[in-house]
């Protein structure tokens, strides 16, 4: 009899779990986008294993480099993969530049310069080069000697269709593509005195923004209980219930 009464119990609790409403739960994917760092102001060249040019190592940039120039206000870019071998240095020149030094910096926004190849700016090129020299912290006996280095044999490579030439570091076997169409200049932006230059780097700002990938979205996952299921859970031999 109690055995009767409970089962009569349980289905009456079925009965009127029916009555209610169908339970859904929706679990939709929100993908996370990670904040743009600022763009640096000091990047390490990284040197390209297995590839050369005349004898000289290869090395491309991970990031990217801005740099504004007092004397003219001009903001020039580095993109990030692009390829220097400091080679706008003539080779007698070249024993001043340390690619794990200051110098290394300078160079890499002259080669840059000497790469797009601006009609009728080398000279002011040049006299960037020797500018950001001083500015990183080479001595001036060194800074004019590399810059009359590249002033007596630097003509030859400038503006050579050659130097346009981008490497992932991460994926050093594989041919890139240039991100963007070769620019007529190396000025992506004017600010007389470089004033506010350190604040518009440290905000993100990008010269050359990275494309970034649309993620891809999973549907939404629904999961819908009915008031039955609720009911096999309280019957002793239904449900999930393990044995």
């Known amino acids: 009899m109690s055995r009767t009464k ?12 029916a009555a209610c409403a169908t339970e859904t739960n929706t679990t939709v994917f929100v993908p996370v986008v990670a904040p743009t760092p600022p763009s640096s102001l000091t990047p390490q060249p990284i040197m390209l294993f297995n590839q050369t040019k005349d004898g000289r190592k290869l090395f491309t940039l991970d990031a990217e480099f801005p740099y504004c120039d007092v004397e003219t206000g001009k903001v020039i870019v580095v993109p990030r993969w692009y390829v220097t071998d400091f080679a706008s240095v003539p080779w007698y020149g070249q024993g ?16 840059w310069l000497y790469t797009i190849g601006e009609p009728g700016k080398r000279e002011e090129a040049d006299a960037i080069f020797l500018r950001a020299m001083i500015r990183y912290g080479v001595t001036p006996f060194q800074a004019n000697l590399a810059y009359q280095a590249v002033r007596l044999g630097g003509e030859k490579g400038y503006g050579l269709p050659t130097d346009w030439r981008f490497v992932d570091p991460k994926r050093q076997n594989l ?8 620019p007529r200049t190396g000025m992506v932006r004017y600010l007389p005195k470089c004033q506010g230059f350190n604040q518009l780097i440290q905000t993100g700002w990008r010269a050359y923004p990275i494309k970034v990938e ?24 239904g449900g999930d219930k393990k044995k």
């Open 175 to 182: 041919m890139q593509f240039a991100p963007f169409a070769k």
């Open 214 to 237: 649309t993620p891809v979205i999973p549907p939404p996952v629904v999961v819908t209980k009915t008031p039955i299921d609720k009911v096999k859970e309280r019957l002793p031999f």
């Open 6 to 17: 409970t089962l009569a119990a349980v289905i009456g609790s079925g009965l009127l779990l």
């Open 96 to 111: 001043f530049v340390d690619p794990q030094g200051p110098t290394a910096r300078a160079a890499i926004v002259h080669d």
